[in-house]
């Protein structure tokens, strides 16, 4: 006969897990909705950029910006801006990122690391591959964007790196988050946009070349912000999808140790009324 005590702890200790999971459940859908708005906002703000980017680069010599020249002498370096969460309880998130990392990179040589969340910054660690810097303790990521973007234009500039890029989960719907590698120097602009407008003549001040040189270093800044932005709505999404099947699993299991109970307690009481009769015909 199962122990009715036991029973009963672990249907009072499942019922505490679904509570938890719950909440954090509902913790996790609010945090995504906002995440996801921003996301898709940044999107369209990063293609508005890139359009400009492309119509001025006609308009300006653009060939001789350090973003777009490509290294003189080829070292094979490369660097990686690496973001993950800082947090677990998201599902396979993390693993199917770093799964996308090592068929990326694999053991090549020459990858240095900058990371964003813990989780991947550990697991750097423990691949013992170059971390050059880690900027995980900025909470929220967005507010670490400039400082991630004036450390690897500098490191670009000064030659250090052959090529910047960046690999983060793309947030593609609720249910769905895919790892994406994305080249962020040097820049190739080699997509004409879709002009079906009639062209206008536009007056450019300063003069064009002062201005695409200046926006050059904010489409860097709003490609790395768009990454951040994805990967926190694909976080939360994850997180909020893996807290609800386990809000479901407690219940289920919930009601499977009822049943449990509910048996347990009939056999108890069962040989209970055995033991009464039995006494009572013996004392007859």
């Given amino acids: 006969m199962a122990n009715v005590r036991l029973i009963k702890r672990r249907i009072k200790s499942a019922k505490n897990i679904a509570q938890i999971t719950k909440a954090m459940e509902l913790v996790a859908a609010s945090k995504m909705k906002k995440a996801q708005q921003a996301a898709i906002s940044g999107k369209l703000y990063a293609q508005k950029i890139y359009e400009m980017v492309l119509r001025l680069s006609a308009k300006a010599d ?50 240095s690391f900058l990371t964003l969340g813990k989780k991947g910054a550990a697991y750097i660690a423990q691949l013992k591959r170059p971390l050059v810097a880690d900027f995980s303790t900025t909470v929220p990521f967005v507010s670490a964007v400039s400082s991630v973007v004036e450390f690897i234009t500098n490191e670009f500039i000064h ?11 793309e947030f593609i719907s609720i249910a769905r988050q895919e790892p994406k590698r994305r080249k962020l120097l040097p820049l190739t602009l080699d997509h004409v946009p879709d002009t079906t407008e009639a062209p206008v003549d536009m007056l450019i001040e300063p003069s064009a070349k002062e201005v ?38 407690a219940l289920s299991l919930t009601d499977a140790l009822t049943l449990v109970y509910n048996k347990a307690r009939q056999e108890k009481i069962t040989y209970e009324i055995n033991d009464i009769v039995t006494a009572r015909l013996a004392v007859e």
């Fill in 62 to 111: 653009a060939s001789e910006h350090p973003y777009l020249k490509k290294p003189r002498v080829i070292t094979g370096k490369r660097l990686v801006v690496f973001i993950s969460t800082n947090k677990g309880l998201c599902g396979g998130l993390n693993t199917n990122l770093f799964r996308f990392l090592n068929r990326s990179y694999g053991s090549a040589e020459g990858v």
């Fill in 159 to 169: 030659g250090k790196y052959d090529s910047i890029e960046i690999v983060f989960n």
């Fill in 212 to 249: 695409f040189n200046a926006l050059l270093p904010h489409y860097i800044e709003n490609q790395v912000r768009d990454a951040v932005l994805e990967a926190e709505a694909s976080e939360h999404s994850a997180r909020m999808v893996a807290m609800r099947n386990a809000t479901d699993n």
